[in-house]
């Protein structure tokens, strides 16, 4: 079971990046697929998602109209879409695969925003 990140780096205010995860290993469109992030001296927390399968997808109020979540099933990607992104943005994120029985995470991946 892999989940393989790519798409991180920095970037200046105001800025755009796309992340990407691809899974390989397990049935992905089975699986719920979310975002978190971590700050440094922060809790991890989730950003955007599914709580299960069915539910409507949720989004961090702080990142509401900015980060876009989507998911392509033929390829077993999910993506993040993060705009304007703004310095309090600056974190590792890490995708997560969840099911009932199983929960694995991507390797993370840093997200600097700075001018």
């Known amino acids: 079971v892999q989940l393989v990140q790519s798409g991180g780096g920095l970037v200046q205010p105001g800025g755009s990046l796309r992340l990407s995860c691809t899974a390989s290993g397990f049935i992905f469109r089975t699986y719920v697929m979310n975002w978190y992030r971590q700050a440094p001296g922060k809790e991890r927390e989730l950003v955007a998602g599914?709580?299960?399968?069915?539910?409507?997808?949720y989004y961090l109020d702080s990142v509401k109209g900015r980060f876009t979540i989507s998911r392509d099933n033929a390829k077993n990607t999910v993506y993040l879409q993060m705009n304007n992104l703004k310095p309090e943005d600056t974190a590792v994120y890490y995708c997560?695969?969840?099911?009932?029985?199983?929960?694995?995470w991507g390797q993370g991946t840093q997200v600097t925003v700075s001018s």
């Open positions: 599914n709580i299960s399968r069915g539910s409507s997808t």
């Open positions: 997560r695969a969840s099911n009932l029985r199983d929960v694995y």
